[in-house]
C-alpha cells in the first residue's frame, strides 16, 4: 500500500513537473478561451500570464482543414477579430491559439508548443443580436403601427452593409411586447416583417411598446435578441385623431350656419329699401 502511495505521489510530481517545462521551454498556453459576438461582429478572446510571447490563430469549420488567419499571425494581443474570416454564417467553426516561441529559442516541432483550442461556435446560430430601434404610429383610437428598424450587422455583401434580415432572411421575426400604462398584463405579438400593426387598443389610454428580434430557428438560449428601449404612446394623442375630426366637422358646421346667417341677413338688408321707395312713389 505504502508502495502504491509512493508511486501515485511520483506520477504527480513527474506530471507537474513536465507542465513546469512545457511553460518554462515554450511560454504559457491561453486560458478562459471564449467567443464574442454581436451583430456577427465575431472576436476570438482569451486571458494569458504576462509575458513576451506571441500568439497565433488557425481556424477551422466543421472538422475540417485548418487555416492560418493573416491578422492574428505572432500577436500580443489577447484576442482576434475573425469576422471577415467566418463568412459562411451557417457553419460551425473551431479555432486554436497557438503559443508561439521567442526568437533565439531553436527550432521546436510545432506540435509541442502549447496550444489551446476554442469551443464550438456558429455564428449563424450563436451571434447576440442587439436591440432594435422603432417608432409607434397611431392609425386611429385603437389601432397603431410598429415600424422596426432592422439593425445593421458587420457582414458587408456586394460592397454594402447588411442588415440582419438580409442574414437571417426568412428566420427573422420580431416579437412585440406591449401593455397598458400603469399595468402589469402584457401582450405579446410575433411579426415575420419589419412593420406590424396591433390592434384593439383601449381607446383613450397609453400605451407602452417594446421589441426584440426574435430567430425561432436557434437554440434557445439565443434565439432572442435585446430587448429595445420602451416607447409609450400618450393617451392625449390617441384620443386626438378622433377629436381633430370631431373638432373640424363642428367648426364647418358653425362656418356653415354663420355664412348662411349672414348671407340671409344681406338679402334682407337688400330687399328692404326697394320696399321702401315703392312706398314713397304711391
Not at 27 to 44: H, M, Q, Y
Not at 89 to 105: H, S
Not at 109 to 118: M, Q, R
Request: net charge negative; aromatic share 10%; proline share 4%.
Amino acid at each position: 500500500m505504502a508502495s502504491l502511495k509512493i508511486v501515485l505521489y511520483l506520477g504527480v510530481c513527474l506530471s507537474m513537473r513536465n507542465t513546469a517545462m512545457t511553460e518554462n521551454d515554450f511560454g504559457p498556453k491561453a486560458e478562459n478561451v471564449r467567443w464574442v459576438s454581436l451583430d456577427f461582429k465575431t472576436i476570438l478572446t482569451w486571458t494569458t500570464k504576462p509575458s513576451n510571447y506571441t500568439y497565433t490563430v488557425t481556424y477551422s469549420w466543421d472538422d475540417s482543414d485548418w487555416f492560418e488567419c493573416p491578422d492574428c499571425t505572432e500577436v500580443s494581443a489577447s484576442e482576434c477579430d475573425l469576422t471577415s474570416y467566418v463568412k459562411d454564417f451557417d457553419r460551425t467553426f473551431t479555432a486554436d491559439i497557438k503559443t508561439e516561441p521567442l526568437e533565439g529559442n531553436g527550432d521546436f516541432d510545432p506540435d509541442e508548443l502549447p496550444h489551446t483550442y476554442s469551443p464550438h461556435f456558429n455564428p449563424y446560430k450563436d451571434s447576440n443580436i442587439s436591440a432594435v430601434k422603432f417608432t409607434v404610429e397611431a392609425v386611429d383610437e385603437s389601432r397603431v403601427i410598429v415600424n422596426i428598424t432592422d439593425t445593421l450587422t458587420s457582414i458587408y455583401g456586394r460592397e454594402k452593409q447588411l442588415s440582419i434580415r438580409e442574414v437571417l432572411k426568412n428566420n427573422l421575426k420580431y416579437k412585440i411586447s406591449y401593455y397598458k400604462s400603469g399595468s402589469t398584463g402584457k401582450r405579446d405579438v410575433i411579426t415575420d416583417s419589419s412593420m406590424a400593426e396591433v390592434s384593439d387598443l383601449d381607446a383613450g389610454l397609453a400605451y407602452c411598446f417594446m421589441v426584440a428580434a426574435y430567430i425561432p430557428s436557434r437554440p434557445k438560449a439565443t434565439q432572442y435578441g435585446a430587448w429595445s428601449k420602451e416607447n409609450c404612446t400618450d393617451a392625449g394623442k390617441e384620443v386626438n385623431i378622433g377629436a381633430l375630426v370631431g373638432a373640424a366637422f363642428s367648426l364647418a358646421t358653425v362656418i356653415i350656419i354663420v355664412v348662411t346667417v349672414v348671407v340671409l341677413c344681406c338679402q334682407k338688408q337688400n330687399r328692404n329699401p326697394l320696399t321702401t321707395q315703392s312706398s314713397q312713389v304711391m
